[in-house]
T-cell receptor, first 114, second 113 residues
Framework: DAGVTQSPTHLIKTRGQHVTLRCSPI?????VSWYQQVLGQGPQFIFQ???????GRGNFPDRFSARQFPNYSSELNVNALLLGDSALYLC?????????????FGSGTRLTVV | GDSVTQMEGPVTLSEEAFLTINCTYT??????LFWYVQYPGEGLQLLLK?????DKGSNKGFEATYRKETTSFHLEKGSVQVSDSAVYFC????????????FGSGTRLSIRP
């Protein structure tokens, strides 16, 4: 079975631009979460979606948005990029909420804002 | 709110040495506890987990015991290998944060041959 797949793997954007990151969960997993990992730090929670509904939102500005599609894949959108948005963006999937089974993470999208 | 504190790195050990990485947590109720590992240039891999007090998670020679009385979940391995070099993250998912995982800041481990 394929794991969690994210695209693109690397991305360079200019300040003020918009970016869309994509994630395909493990087949059968209905929960997708997004995390931001700044270099040298632990991942920070951005969003969770379960069955296409938002179930949680972290402390991120409204420039960050996400959605989940009927096939349970997900997109993370970031508008008006800032230099501080440079990070590794991780997608994680779980068959349930993840509390008891943990999440399976993808390899991430490395976003560099210049 | 819920939080995780883990020992700062980097930690450098010789091959076959004993490893302990300390982790303590603050949470209401009974969170689930996890250790994740991140190899260079890769995403996170779930190493082990424990979902209730006194549970012991284990995988690949690593172990951690859920200690409710000391709110700890220390990671141990009896004999480390060069291939264990990575960053290790302690994490929790609790009732107050059921939809998310809260991570510690990570501990970088380097093993010398």
């Amino acid at each position: 079975d394929a794991g969690v797949t994210q695209s693109p793997t690397h991305l360079i954007k200019t300040r003020g631009q918009h970016v869309t990151l994509r994630c395909s969960p493990i087949s059968g997993h209905k929960s997708v979460s997004w995390y931001q990992q700044v270099l040298g730090q632990g991942p920070q929670f951005i969003f969770q979606y379960y069955e296409k509904e938002e179930r949680g939102r972290g402390n991120f500005p409204d420039r960050f948005s996400a959605r989940q599609f009927p096939n349970y894949s997900s997109e993370l959108n970031v508008n008006a990029l800032l230099l501080g948005d440079s990070a590794l963006y991780l997608c994680a999937s779980s068959s349930t909420g993840g509390r008891n089974y943990g999440y399976t993470f993808g390899s991430g999208t490395r976003l560099t804002v210049v | 709110g819920d939080s995780v504190t883990q020992m700062e790195g980097p930690v450098t050990l010789s091959e076959e040495a004993f490893l302990t990485i300390n982790c303590t947590y603050t949470a209401t109720g009974y969170p689930s506890l996890f250790w994740y590992v991140q190899y260079p240039g890769e995403g996170l891999q779930l190493l082990l987990k424990a979902t209730k007090a006194d549970d012991k998670g284990s995988n690949k020679g690593f172990e951690a015991t859920y200690r409710k009385e000391t709110t700890s979940f220390h990671l141990e391995k009896g004999s480390v290998q060069v291939s264990d070099s990575a960053v290790y993250f302690c994490a929790l998912s609790g009732y107050s944060s059921a939809s998310k995982i809260i991570f510690g800041s990570g501990t970088r481990l380097s093993i010398r041959p």
